[in-house]
């Protein structure tokens, strides 16, 4: 029997099976805190006033179902529906795409409804997923269950200092809200608050790393273990010290494939985090470790026609080229950084040279954590997102930092290391129990866009049976937001990256519901886009005087409550 072999067998367990019952327990206690607000919002909803099924960032996940009615509608290419501008299908969203063509499935007449309920489920679903794949993703890097607890928790629960902020009157601080408040990349609880599709292509990036771990061959060797066994002399027979792992590697190619149709920019993370295990794996050999870069390389080669169909997509057209440019996501002040990361950063520094020496690759964290400075600072718009799933090996850091001090000492395994964990553990918490607690007060409310009008509502359903996916709708941007959510036709406007030129059409449907604009402008820019109907409510006649009632080129087509359906007749 070879080496390998031998030393497979000298590791014990990854992971037990009854530790999963804590990860399920906790998985679903943790789901559900983020549903309390989802629950709160549906049992509001009353005659006039209708709960939209978001609470979190609203807008974005408007444009999610309008996203999965596309699918729903038969589309396997994903349009921009909040543009009017003509341009090709692409191969983004097929997530949103594919849990469209579910709720096409579902019976019920209300689709919208069925988008909403399939999207909550997915949440749980993937939620789940992610949270499991973070415990068996720990478990591989330390053997010691009490560490791993410790850091799933911290990930599943944790957040950063921005209850602080927002307790000393400073939300705003150098120019940017507290990342744990709006960064899903950065701390997981808020993707499981929202975002089903970041928990998926999370769950996809770790099982990559894990398969290229394998290949390396890391479990329960030390750095001493690896420089011997490089430099020794060709290995037994069925050892596979030097060879290249195509089935590890192909694997993690297709697994961060598959994350880069869901995310396509998070295959640069994924570049980077093995890049970077690659340098600390040489530095721990002592020297350029030549025979394990051929898996990530291979890898990388799988995954990468993700990225260069999105680079050609978003070069090629000018649509989509106008959405990349809009799309601007910049880090923060480090400061920012800081107060997100700080109290985990501080423990972990404590961690570096446990982690360092582990038989486990707890050492993987520490590459990891590394390389993200660079990557959120990167000539890139969409810097800040990079930081996408750090919180999990620096929790893992931190996890061993805290334990490590609260075992030293003479309250070693006693009530004062609990209390020392607790403690630490509570500087986390109150910024999720702060975002839950606080969008439950502001729900009593009925606040917009959160609630919709039903009678909005009931002239969108009106619409649409009556249009078709390349139709136009104009109307103000907060009804264009909800409206291809609703409708299958696109919003003049409603989204702000997706929008093309959207401060310019801004100013064009302020003008456009201005009483002083002259008829003569209004054709031209209805011509100019080709819109078809014009939705005017009480958002849009909040914008201006002017009366569409009395414009020979639109013809009332219905109206419900305070909102009427114009179609448009040049």
């Given at each position: 029997?070879?080496?390998?072999?031998?030393?497979?067998?000298?590791?014990?367990?990854?992971?037990?099976?009854?530790?999963?019952?804590?990860?399920?327990?906790?998985?679903?206690?943790?789901?559900?805190?983020?549903?309390?607000?989802?629950?709160?919002?549906?049992?509001?909803?009353?005659?006039?006033?209708?709960?939209?099924?978001?609470?979190?960032?609203?807008?974005?996940?408007?444009?999610?179902?309008?996203?999965?009615?596309?699918?729903?509608?038969?589309?396997?290419?994903?349009?921009?529906?909040?543009?009017?501008?003509?341009?090709?299908?692409?191969?983004?969203?097929?997530?949103?795409?594919?849990?469209?063509?579910?709720?096409?499935?579902?019976?019920?007449?209300?689709?919208?409804?069925?988008?909403?309920?399939?999207?909550?489920?997915?949440?749980?679903?993937?939620?789940?997923?992610?949270?499991?794949?973070?415990?068996?993703?720990?478990?591989?890097?330390?053997?010691?269950?009490?560490?791993?607890?410790?850091?799933?928790?911290?990930?599943?629960?944790?957040?950063?200092?921005?209850?602080?902020?927002?307790?000393?009157?400073?939300?705003?601080?150098?120019?940017?809200?507290?990342?744990?408040?709006?960064?899903?990349?950065?701390?997981?609880?808020?993707?499981?608050?929202?975002?089903?599709?970041?928990?998926?292509?999370?769950?996809?990036?770790?099982?990559?790393?894990?398969?290229?771990?394998?290949?390396?061959?890391?479990?329960?060797?030390?750095?001493?273990?690896?420089?011997?066994?490089?430099?020794?002399?060709?290995?037994?027979?069925?050892?596979?010290?030097?060879?290249?792992?195509?089935?590890?590697?192909?694997?993690?190619g297709l697994l961060w494939l598959g994350m880069g149709l869901v995310v396509p920019f998070y295959i640069a993370?994924?570049?980077?985090?093995?890049?970077?295990?690659?340098?600390?794996?040489?530095?721990?050999?002592?020297?350029?470790?030549?025979?394990?870069?051929?898996?990530?390389?291979?890898?990388?080669?799988?995954?990468?026609?993700?990225?260069?169909?999105?680079?050609?997509?978003?070069?090629?057209?000018?649509?989509?080229?106008?959405?990349?440019?809009?799309?601007?996501?910049?880090?923060?002040?480090?400061?920012?950084?800081?107060?997100?990361?700080?109290?985990?950063?501080?423990?972990?520094?404590?961690?570096l040279p446990t982690a360092w020496r582990s038989r486990r690759p707890a050492w993987l964290a520490i590459a990891?954590?590394?390389?993200?400075?660079?990557?959120?600072?990167?000539?890139?718009?969409?810097?800040?997102?990079?930081?996408?799933?750090?919180?999990?090996?620096?929790?893992?850091?931190?996890?061993?930092?805290?334990?490590?001090?609260?075992?030293?000492?003479?309250?070693?395994?006693?009530?004062?290391?609990?209390?020392?964990?607790?403690?630490?553990?509570?500087?986390?918490?109150?910024?999720?129990?702060?975002?839950?607690?606080?969008?439950?007060?502001?729900?009593?409310?009925?606040?917009?866009?959160?609630?919709?009008?039903?009678?909005?509502?009931?002239?969108?359903?009106?619409?649409?049976?009556?249009?078709?996916?390349?139709?136009?709708?104009?109307?103000?941007?907060?009804?264009?937001?909800?409206?291809?959510?609703?409708?299958?036709?696109?919003?003049?406007?409603?989204?702000?990256?997706?929008?093309?030129?959207?401060?310019?059409?801004?100013?064009?449907?302020?003008?456009?519901?201005?009483?002083?604009?002259?008829?003569?402008?209004?054709?031209?820019?209805?011509?100019?886009?080709?819109?078809?109907?014009?939705?005017?409510?009480?958002?849009?006649?909040?914008?201006?005087?002017?009366?569409?009632?009395?414009?020979?080129?639109?013809?009332?087509?219905?109206?419900?409550?305070?909102?009427?359906?114009?179609?448009?007749?040049?």
């Amino acid at each position: 029997m070879g080496h390998s072999t031998n030393l497979r067998q000298r590791v014990p367990a990854e992971c037990e099976a009854r530790e999963y019952g804590f990860v399920i327990l906790g998985s679903l206690v943790a789901l559900a805190l983020t549903s309390i607000p989802y629950v709160v919002g549906a049992s509001l909803s009353g005659d006039g006033r209708v709960f939209g099924g978001f609470v979190y960032a609203v807008g974005d996940c408007y444009s999610y179902l309008a996203k999965m009615r596309q699918g729903a509608e038969g589309a396997w290419l994903f349009h921009i529906p909040y543009t009017p501008e003509a341009h090709p299908g692409a191969l983004f969203f097929l997530f949103h795409l594919l849990l469209g063509k579910i709720a096409a499935l579902l019976p019920g007449d209300d689709l919208t409804q069925r988008l909403v309920w399939i999207y909550h489920a997915a949440r749980w679903i993937f939620g789940v997923g992610l949270l499991t794949t973070i415990y068996h993703f720990l478990a591989v890097l330390t053997g010691r269950v009490r560490i791993r607890r410790v850091a799933w928790s911290m990930i599943a629960f944790g957040g950063g200092l921005g209850w602080l902020l927002v307790a000393l009157g400073r939300p705003g601080w150098l120019g940017s809200m507290p990342l744990d408040l709006l960064l899903p990349e950065a701390f997981t609880f808020l993707v499981l608050f929202a975002f089903p599709h970041i928990a998926l292509a999370r769950t996809l990036l770790l099982w990559g790393l894990l398969a290229l771990v394998r290949s390396w061959d890391l479990l329960g060797v030390d750095s001493s273990a690896m420089r011997s066994r490089e430099s020794a002399a060709p290995p037994p027979a069925g050892g596979n010290a030097g060879r290249v792992q195509w089935r590890a590697a192909g694997l993690a190619g297709l697994l961060w494939l598959g994350m880069g149709l869901v995310v396509p920019f998070y295959i640069a993370v994924a570049w980077a985090v093995v890049g970077a295990a690659w340098v600390f794996l040489s530095i721990r050999q002592g020297r350029p470790c030549w025979t394990r870069a051929a898996e990530p390389l291979v890898a990388g080669l799988i995954s990468a026609p993700v990225v260069l169909y999105s680079a050609w997509r978003f070069s090629s057209h000018p649509v989509y080229a106008t959405w990349a440019a809009q799309n601007q996501v910049l880090s923060p002040h480090p400061l920012h950084y800081l107060a997100a990361f700080g109290v985990p950063l501080a423990l972990a520094l404590t961690a570096l040279p446990t982690a360092w020496r582990s038989r486990r690759p707890a050492w993987l964290a520490i590459a990891w954590v590394a390389v993200v400075p660079l990557l959120v600072y990167l000539p890139f718009n969409l810097q800040r997102r990079l930081v996408e799933a750090v919180q999990i090996p620096l929790s893992l850091l931190a996890a061993i930092g805290l334990t490590r001090i609260a075992d030293s000492g003479p309250s070693r395994s006693g009530w004062k290391s609990r209390v020392a964990l607790c403690a630490v553990l509570f500087t986390m918490l109150p910024t999720n129990a702060l975002l839950i607690g606080g969008t439950v007060v502001t729900l009593r409310g009925q606040p917009s866009p959160v609630f919709r009008d039903r009678d909005e509502i009931g002239a969108m359903d009106w619409l649409a049976p009556r249009v078709r996916p390349t139709d136009v709708v104009l109307a103000s941007f907060e009804t264009g937001n909800y409206l291809p959510a609703r409708v299958g036709a696109r919003a003049f406007l409603g989204h702000g990256p997706e929008s093309v030129r959207e401060t310019e059409k801004r100013a064009e449907v302020n003008e456009f519901f201005e009483a002083t604009t002259s008829d003569a402008w209004r054709r031209d820019l209805l011509k100019r886009y080709g819109v078809d109907y014009v939705l005017w409510g009480p958002a849009e006649r909040a914008l201006g005087g002017f009366q569409p009632v009395e414009a020979p080129y639109l013809r009332e087509r219905h109206q419900e409550g305070h909102y009427i359906v114009f179609e448009v007749a040049l």
